[in-house]
């Protein structure tokens, strides 16, 4: 918007063709008054004055290519041949040397107007070419997001598809008259597991495609990192994992949605919670970086393979059983609203660490960002 405004803006500034023939016009004539007004005996001055006449010359030249080169060229010619005869008809050589310039103005408003006009079919050339450039970048984005939409469409089919088919299989069951109590109850189960799979899809869908905006208010990550421990804690004593505290009295407040990052923080504690198939231990930490707040969640899991680990964000991509796979797409969007940044990398002793960066102050994040944007 401000690089239009700018161009605009430039629109408008630019002299008219009219004016231009003006500025030309005014400088020959600057040029040969100062001529004809100074006494001949002021042969310095002439000297100076006769390069005047480049100023005019080479401006027509740069704008009206080489025949306004040679228009300007004629021009200074015609007003500055009559005072050479009048003043140095008793300088014979010093007339020639003036002559000899007057041949200097023609090859310089011709070879400066050449190039003007070569530079301009150039720049005309680049900007067809920007032209076509944009135009296909354009294309390519429409064809990513109709790609996009294909392939959320075919992910969301799938999704949808196979609990529809478990709870049509249980309801054939429960249909039948030989079906034993005990299995219609395992039906009935089933159906319900799979209508909450349905409707966890639908919210984490909902969630995805309408993020509500955050409402920032200064939170303290230790006391963030209990409230995950608490919900999260549970799930984790089933498996005999300890959830491990690593906040230090130094990590300050920051700003951020103190639900949606409980919401991301979560997400990721329970995703290793049932990553790991042992015991072991779960590591929430946070550090400050610089003008920013780290929060990492550290587990002992399998990890992930490098393959998966550049798509576990995409929407729908799961490489577990029953997930929906928009988990980590809510985190990474949900980040990205506050400024920060969601990453995760395999440990080297194994399992994997989640890490997310989030801008200590967000109003000073978004005056960044809109500084930034401008230049």
Same mark, same amino acid.
């Given at each position: 918007?401000?690089?239009?405004?700018?161009?605009?803006?430039?629109?408008?500034?630019?002299?008219?063709?009219?004016?231009?023939?003006?500025?030309?016009?005014?400088?020959?004539?600057?040029?040969?008054?100062?001529?004809?007004?100074?006494?001949?005996?002021?042969?310095?001055? *002439?000297?100076?004055?006769?390069?005047?006449?480049?100023?005019?010359?080479?401006?027509?030249?740069?704008?009206?290519?080489?025949?306004?080169?040679?228009?300007?060229?004629?021009?200074?010619?015609?007003?500055?041949?009559?005072?050479?005869?009048?003043?140095?008809? *008793?300088?014979? =050589?010093?007339?020639?040397?003036?002559?000899?310039?007057?041949?200097?103005?023609?090859?310089?408003?011709?070879?400066?107007?050449?190039?003007?006009?070569?530079?301009?079919?150039?720049?005309?050339?680049?900007?067809?070419?920007?032209?076509?450039?944009?135009?296909?970048?354009? &294309?390519?984005?429409?064809?990513?997001?109709?790609?996009?939409?294909?392939?959320?469409?075919?992910?969301?089919?799938?999704?949808?598809?196979?609990?529809?088919?478990?709870?049509?299989?249980?309801?054939?069951?429960?249909?039948?008259?030989?079906?034993?109590?005990?299995?219609?109850?395992?039906?009935?189960?089933?159906?319900?597991?799979?209508?909450?799979?349905?409707?966890?899809?639908?919210?984490?869908?909902?969630?995805?495609?309408?993020?509500?905006?955050?409402?920032?208010?200064?939170?303290?990550?230790?006391?963030?990192?209990?409230?995950?421990?608490?919900?999260?804690? *549970?799930?984790?004593?089933?498996?005999?994992?300890?959830?491990?505290?690593?906040? !230090?009295?130094?990590? !300050?407040?920051?700003?951020?949605?103190?639900?949606?990052?409980?919401?991301?923080?979560?997400?990721?504690?329970?995703?290793? #919670? &049932?990553?790991?198939?042992?015991?072991?231990?779960?590591?929430?930490?946070?550090?400050?970086?610089?003008?920013?707040?780290?929060?990492? #969640?550290?587990?002992?899991? !399998?990890?992930?393979?490098?393959?998966?680990?550049?798509?576990?964000?995409?929407?729908?991509?799961?490489?577990?059983?029953?997930?929906?796979?928009?988990?980590?797409?809510?985190?990474?969007?949900?980040?990205?609203?506050?400024?920060?940044?969601?990453?995760? =990398?395999?440990?080297?002793?194994?399992?994997?660490?989640?890490?997310?960066?989030?801008?200590?102050?967000?109003?000073?994040? #978004?005056? &960044?960002?809109? *500084?930034?944007?401008?230049?």
């Amino acid at each position: 918007m401000i690089q239009s405004m700018w161009k605009q803006d430039e629109e408008v500034r630019e002299p008219k063709p009219l004016t231009r023939v003006v500025v030309v016009a005014a400088g020959i004539a600057v040029a040969s008054a100062l001529h004809y007004f100074t006494p001949s005996s002021l042969i310095l001055w *002439h000297n100076l004055f006769q390069r005047l006449y480049y100023l005019p010359i080479i401006y027509a030249a740069i704008y009206f290519g080489w025949r306004g080169g040679l228009v300007a060229s004629t021009a200074s010619a015609v007003c500055y041949i009559p005072h050479i005869l009048h003043a140095w008809h *008793h300088m014979p =050589e010093y007339s020639v040397n003036q002559y000899a310039e007057i041949i200097v103005f023609f090859l310089v408003g011709t070879v400066t107007g050449v190039l003007a006009d070569r530079g301009r079919k150039q720049r005309g050339e680049l900007a067809a070419l920007n032209h076509e450039l944009r135009d296909s970048f354009e &294309q390519i984005k429409r064809a990513d997001r109709l790609s996009a939409i294909g392939q959320l469409s075919a992910s969301l089919a799938h999704e949808i598809r196979n609990p529809l088919a478990g709870i049509d299989g249980a309801a054939n069951l429960i249909e039948s008259e030989q079906t034993p109590p005990e299995m219609r109850k395992a039906s009935l189960a089933i159906i319900r597991k799979e209508v909450q799979r349905l409707n966890r899809l639908l919210t984490n869908l909902l969630d995805f495609a309408r993020p509500r905006k955050p409402e920032f208010q200064k939170v303290r990550a230790d006391r963030l990192i209990d409230a995950i421990i608490a919900l999260a804690g *549970h799930a984790a004593q089933q498996k005999g994992i300890t959830l491990r505290k690593d906040v !230090p009295a130094t990590v !300050p407040e920051f700003e951020c949605d103190p639900e949606q990052m409980k919401q991301v923080i979560l997400n990721l504690a329970i995703n290793a #919670v &049932q990553a790991m198939t042992g015991t072991g231990e779960i590591s929430l930490a946070a550090r400050q970086v610089e003008s920013s707040v780290a929060i990492s #969640v550290r587990d002992q899991g !399998p990890g992930i393979s490098d393959e998966d680990l550049d798509k576990i964000f995409n929407p729908f991509y799961t490489t577990k059983d029953a997930g929906t796979g928009l988990g980590l797409s809510v985190v990474y969007q949900i980040v990205n609203q506050h400024g920060g940044v969601v990453t995760a =990398e395999r440990n080297p002793e194994g399992g994997m660490t989640f890490s997310l960066t989030i801008p200590l102050n967000q109003r000073r994040s #978004v005056a &960044q960002e809109a *500084h930034s944007g401008s230049r």
